[in-house]
């Protein structure tokens, strides 16, 4: 039997079709791969976030309140501890700034504009908030509004959700969290916020 090219179409068909299963099984173990990248840069973001707090802490006797509401500033009450976390650790006082805040993942989500906001920190007058790799802000509460959580517990999501935070307590000890300082967590891979649980990535979480 004489051939003239290389591959017959049956051929060529059949590397086609082996081509599309191999794409076909990389594809979930790239999500999986993704997904974990994701969750390694929120753990990562929330420790160095808490290395900042500390230092901050340590400067000024006290945590980022969990609203700028406290230290007499107008907000929309809509991502608060979140806008209070950036605007804190942003600050030039002290040893400030205590954190480099990636631009990327430092967006106006609610669009808003604070009249009387800090304006060395965001010449601009907006009020900023940080976002998780999923594009959710994470959820701060100082450790004082455990137990009132309204003050600050309304968070605008990608989804263009308003969804409503509580801290939370451990199982075993049944005492919040934090219970001097504050909690921070991101609603983790399913961009649902679960409260700090579930697949919630929390600064309590031991990593
Ligand atoms: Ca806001
Ligand atoms: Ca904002
Ligand atoms: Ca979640």
């Known amino acids: 039997m004489r051939r003239d090219s290389g591959f017959t179409l049956i051929e060529l068909l059949v590397v086609m079709g082996i081509i599309v299963v191999l794409v076909g099984l990389m594809i979930p173990g790239i999500r999986i791969a993704r997904r974990s990248a994701k969750k390694t840069q929120a753990t990562s973001a929330i420790l160095s976030l808490a290395t900042a707090l500390s230092s901050y802490n340590s400067d000024f006797g006290d945590y980022p309140p969990s609203t700028l509401r406290d230290v007499d500033i107008t907000t929309n009450r809509v991502n608060d501890g979140n806008e209070s976390l950036v605007a804190c650790l ?10 480099e805040f990636e631009d990327e993942f430092l967006v106006n989500r609610d669009n808003d504009k604070v009249p009387n906001f800090n304006r060395s920190v965001f010449k601009t007058g907006k009020a900023f908030e940080y976002l998780d790799p999923w594009g959710n802000p994470y959820i701060y509460f100082h450790n004082r509004d455990y137990d009132r959580p309204d003050v600050a517990s ?12 509580k801290p939370s307590k451990s199982k075993k000890k049944g005492a919040y969290h934090g219970l001097t300082s504050y909690q921070l967590w991101s609603a983790g891979p399913d961009g649902e916020n679960d409260n700090g649980k579930d697949d919630d990535i929390g600064s309590w979480q031991g990593h």
């Open 154 to 165: 309304r968070y605008w999501f990608a989804t263009k959700k308003n969804v409503r935070a």
């Open 90 to 99: 942003s600050t030039g006082r002290m040893n400030g700034p205590y954190y």
